[in-house]
């Protein structure tokens, strides 16, 4: 067993994506979207959300270690990779490329945003609430930040649900692959929508 | 066919495994259907390069001359194929030959590809058929699995997958698509079967099958159209398994 650690770690890594964190980027999408409905639904639905018992042992366990995992593993994955997109242009090669490219990325958004959010909430110096959103997204940068930072997110969960079923086994054959890249396409650009719909509402009241 | 009277090659050319690469270009008489190996022979004929300087002979790999042994693998204009199967008449001039970089260099276009050897030792991809004592006839495979096989069979180790993959590189262990492929083909033997699990063991050490990152640039480019990707697949399920039985220990992980 001890010649087979990298194996349980990569696939931890895999799965971690998933379940967890995929649930929970769904789960958050969803919920930030009651902004779309109004201040008071949005301070509804995320209070309930930040009032629900043992949060932080939830967030631990659920959110932070699996995102710190992943992240971490993610980084060394993405820099012992080679990128041969000049001779080797396939579909599939940009995808790969795109995964690594787009989880530093959202390690970077995520970073920032949960200084900005969670953190800030943590030591006080805000409330989860409507308007500290609203506040953060009227500056055009930090607009052009999330909008890319969200759609990266949602990219990288979207295609990595992709290689989930290949790392698993479960899609083998190349039509069930050729299906699933439809089906996650899908996914990509509904959890999107979610997402951008929402920044929307944030940062112009609409 | 006057502008076609001579063509051009510029090879990527090494002394010996320590030494540095350097470039040579070579202007050789064309004639009709001409392949790369041919270019090759003729610049062994007359080793002068474009500038009329005598040199040595360009070094490459070759054997069976019709795509079956892998031998003459190298990188042709980018990609990485067999140079017996390249025909100038297909090819963008000047030619650019360079030995796979995936290996280490022996000398101008030959490559060691000891580790595609090594990889297949680490996944056991033979059957173990010798005893103390006849062991009688091995079961039977069915005939459709058979021609299935058969296509995981073709596989010569020529390293082209190895070369065009993204996780094979001396940053990384991962041993490349074509032993996992192997695997799967020897475990889908009857008799090769009853040693299933001695491969899954192999392709879950480390290097093994965790290393593919889905860039499936192996599928596209193996000249004998294995299905490498499908192999992956099929061997991420068997090692999965495999692994849970090892952990939560059910009878059948022998």
Redo the contacts between chains.
């Keep these: 067993?001890a010649?087979?650690r990298?194996?349980?770690?990569?696939?931890l890594h895999s799965l971690l994506g998933v379940v967890p964190i995929g649930i929970f980027l769904v789960q958050h999408l969803v919920v930030n979207h009651f902004a779309v409905y109004g201040e008071e639904s949005f301070n509804t639905a995320a209070g309930f959300m930040g009032n629900l018992p043992f949060v932080l042992l939830l967030e631990i366990f659920i959110i932070y270690l699996p995102i710190l995992y992943h992240a971490i593993l993610g980084v060394y994955?993405a820099?012992?990779?080679?990128?041969?997109l000049?001779?080797?242009g396939?579909f599939?090669?940009w995808?790969?490329?795109l995964q690594r490219i787009t989880g530093l990325i959202t390690l970077v958004f995520i970073a920032w945003h949960v200084w900005e959010t969670r953190v800030q909430i943590g030591l006080g110096n805000a409330e989860v609430e409507y308007s500290l959103m609203e506040g953060i997204l009227s500056s055009p940068f930090m607009l052009w930040f999330y909008l890319i930072g969200v759609i990266s997110t949602v990219f990288h969960f979207a295609n990595g649900l992709?290689?989930f079923c290949?790392?698993?086994?479960?899609?083998?054959?190349?039509k069930s692959?050729r299906v699933l890249t439809y089906v996650t396409v899908f996914v990509f650009l509904a959890v999107s929508y979610l997402g951008v719909r929402t920044i929307i509402q944030f940062a112009f009241g609409v | 066919m006057a502008e076609q009277s001579t063509i051009t090659f510029i090879i990527t050319r090494q002394n010996d495994p320590n030494s540095d690469p350097y470039e040579e270009t070579f202007n050789i008489p064309y004639r009709k259907n001409m392949n790369v190996i041919s270019g090759l022979m003729e610049i062994q004929k007359n080793p002068v390069n474009a500038n009329g300087e005598k040199t040595t002979p360009v070094m490459w790999d070759m054997n069976c001359l019709e795509e079956v042994c892998g031998a003459c693998s190298m990188v042709i204009n980018?990609?990485a194929r067999q140079s017996c199967a390249a025909l100038v008449d297909t090819l963008e001039q000047p030619i650019r030959l360079e030995p796979m970089s995936t290996f280490p260099v022996v000398r101008d276009l030959i490559v060691d590809r000891e580790r595609m050897f090594d990889a297949l030792k680490q996944v056991k991809a033979w059957i173990p058929i010798d005893g103390t004592h006849d062991l009688g006839p091995g079961p039977r495979m069915p005939e459709k699995k058979r021609q299935w096989a058969y296509e995981l069979s073709k596989c010569m180790t020529c390293g082209v997958c190895l070369e065009?993959c993204?996780?094979v590189?001396d940053?990384?262990n991962f041993i490349g698509p074509a032993a996992i492929s192997q695997a799967r083909l020897f475990n889908a033997h009857p008799t090769g079967e009853m040693n299933a699990s001695d491969r899954l063991?192999g392709l879950?050490?480390?290097?093994?099958?965790?290393?593919?990152?889905?860039?499936?640039?192996c599928v596209?480019?193996c000249p004998k159209g294995i299905?490498l990707?499908?192999s992956?697949?099929?061997?991420?399920?068997?090692?999965?398994i495999q692994?849970f039985k090892?952990f939560f220990g059910s009878d059948n992980a022998h």
């Design positions: 067993m010649g087979q990298e194996y349980f770690y990569r696939r994955i820099l012992t990779a080679n990128y041969s000049k001779n080797y396939y599939r090669n995808m790969f490329a992709w290689s290949v790392s698993w086994g479960i899609t083998q054959s190349q692959q | 980018g990609t065009a993204p996780n590189n940053k990384s063991e879950m050490d480390e290097g093994g099958i965790s290393g593919c990152g889905n860039s499936q640039n596209q480019v299905p990707t499908t992956i697949a099929a061997m991420n399920r068997a090692t999965n692994a090892n």
